[in-house]
Nanobody
């Protein structure tokens, strides 16, 4: 199965930038959509951005114009460039590959990373 490992979180001041990375590793898998979700304390997890293997992107309204999702298919890595960060962006950010295909058993499954903390101070 695939393992998703996030990196790049941290503590930043409002208005600054961070870049999150998520590397997929393992064997016998194929990735299509990759996405970032976040969960703030006391709130439900929400989808932030997604990107297909062909490069089609989508964003939640609250981050449009500030965040950019991209991917390197050769490296099985997805990125989230976060600019003009706000305190309300504070959350644990999770990498997600919702339709990972296991080529060893011909099944699809929903893969998640362990999360990385992003804290934005005012």
């Amino acid at each position: 199965q695939v393992q998703l490992v996030e990196s790049g979180g941290g503590l930043v001041q409002a208005g600054k930038s961070l870049r999150l990375s998520c590397a997929a590793s393992g064997s016998s898998f194929s990735l299509n959509i990759m996405a970032w979700h976040r969960q703030a304390p006391g709130k439900l997890r929400e989808a932030v951005a997604s990107i297909t293997s062909g490069g089609t992107t989508s964003y939640v309204d609250s981050v449009k114009g500030r965040f950019t999702i991209s991917r390197d298919n050769a490296k099985n890595t997805v990125y989230l460039q976060m600019n003009s960060l706000k305190p309300e962006d504070t959350a644990v950010y999770y990498c997600n590959a919702p339709d990972t295909y296991d080529t060893s058993n011909y099944r699809y499954y929903n893969a998640w990373g362990q999360g990385t903390q992003v804290t934005v101070s005012s």
